[in-house]
T-cell receptor, first 112, second 116 residues
Framework: GQSLEQPSEVTAVEGAIVQINCTYQTSGFYGLSWYQQHDGGAPTFLSYNGLDGLEETGRFSSFLSRSDSYGYLLLQELQMKDSASYFC?????????????FGRGTSLIVHP | GAVVSQHPSWVICKSGTSVKIECRSLDFQATTMFWYRQFPKQSLMLMATSNEGSKATYEQGVEKDKFLINHASLTLSTLTVTSAHPEDSSFYICSPKGLAGLETQYFGPGTRLLVL
């Protein structure tokens, strides 16, 4: 089985940089993903790390350290629209499928 | 990204009735379908995994006779909540997956169910 830990809430001001951490425990690791979910909406994919290091996509970056079972999502130049919940997720292989498990989510509140 | 639709987007029903939720992958073949449930302010909880043409595999604590999953084609899967009760009120989200690519997981827009 898997377990993931991430902070329940983070607040920041517009234009700032914020980092959301995620630690995980899993018996079989097949990558760490990040998703954004606005209130009332479905999750949308942000990034994926299968190997150690930093992946950058515009204002969002994600980092993974497999030896530390740790990753983070970095959001730069925060905008009000970034206020949402952010979930980290890991995959474990079960049978022939890769089963994703989500963390409890971090609520990001961006203030003007 | 992939186009996934869910129908209905929201539904209100009386306790004891059954509700069917459809999930369609519109531009790729979904060999696997994940069904999630999300209660307010909580994470997505995987309910079951189904492969096209096979019986679904349910997560521990999810009643297979209550949540009927049909994945008869590569573009359509349905979740039927049978004899719904108020505690089944939740946000149900499907996530189809094709053969290619482990990195990206796409989600349907979700179905909000309220059982009175």
């Amino acid at each position: 089985g898997q377990s993931l830990e991430q902070p329940s809430e983070v607040t920041a001001v517009e234009g700032a940089i914020v980092q959301i951490n995620c630690t995980y425990q899993t018996s079989g690791f097949y990558g760490l993903s990040w998703y954004q979910q606005h209130d009332g909406g479905a999750p949308t994919f942000l990034s994926y790390n299968g190997l150690d290091g930093l992946e950058e996509t515009g204002r969002f970056s994600s980092f993974l350290s497999r030896s530390d079972s740790y990753g983070y999502l970095l959001l730069q130049e925060l905008q009000m629209k970034d206020s949402a919940s952010y979930f980290c997720a890991v995959r474990e292989k079960s049978g022939g499928s890769y089963i994703p498990t989500f963390g409890r989510g971090t609520s990001l509140i961006v203030h003007p | 990204g992939a186009v996934v639709s869910q129908h209905p987007s929201w539904v209100i029903c009386k306790s004891g009735t059954s509700v069917k939720i459809e999930c369609r992958s519109l531009d790729f073949q979904a060999t696997t379908m994940f069904w999630y449930r999300q209660f307010p302010k909580q994470s997505l909880m995987l309910m079951a995994t189904s492969n096209e043409g096979s019986k679904a595999t349910y997560e521990q604590g999810v009643e297979k006779d209550k949540f009927l999953i049909n994945h008869a084609s590569l573009t359509l899967s349905t979740l039927t909540v049978t004899s719904a009760h108020p505690e089944d009120s939740s946000f149900y989200i499907c996530s189809p997956k094709g053969l290619a690519g482990l990195e990206t997981q796409y989600f349907g827009p979700g179905t909000r169910l309220l059982v009175l």
